[in-house]
């Protein structure tokens, strides 16, 4: 059975830093993605990696995705955090060998880690 488990969200001042990780069982993804949904927003994508990265430009310069394939783990690194950048932020990946720029390629979702950044 496929999980995709969440961890590293919290309470963060504007201007401080986090790091996410999505730690994946049952099987190995070339492509993953990290999304965020807003309040009364709709769900989007930040970022994304297979091959290469891909970065919403919201958050381009101030966000990192990298992998560790040996531990099935997907991370996230955001610094320069704004107030704007709280949100649940959601690990994806998708099962077909083909990035993931949108929510309707998602197989596989996390359960969402709370990201709250204040001013």
């Known amino acids: 059975q496929v999980q995709l488990v969440e961890s590293g969200g919290g309470l963060v001042q504007a201007g401080g830093s986090l790091r996410l990780s999505c730690a994946a069982s049952?099987?190995?993804?070339?492509?993953m993605a990290w999304f965020r949904q807003a309040p009364g927003k709709e769900r989007e994508i930040v970022a994304a990696?297979?091959?290469?990265?891909n970065y919403a430009d919201s958050v381009k310069g101030r966000f990192t995705i990298s992998r560790d394939n040996a531990k099935k783990t997907v991370y996230l690194q955001m610094n320069s955090l704004k107030p704007e950048d709280t949100a649940v932020y959601y690990c994806?990946?998708?099962?077909?060998?083909?990035?993931?720029?949108?929510?309707?390629?998602?197989?596989?979702w996390g359960q969402g880690t709370q990201v709250t950044v204040s001013s």
């Open positions: 049952g099987r190995t993804f070339l492509a």
């Open positions: 994806a990946a998708r099962s077909q060998f083909a990035p993931i720029s949108t929510a309707s390629q998602v197989d596989y």
């Open positions: 990696i297979m091959w290469s990265t």
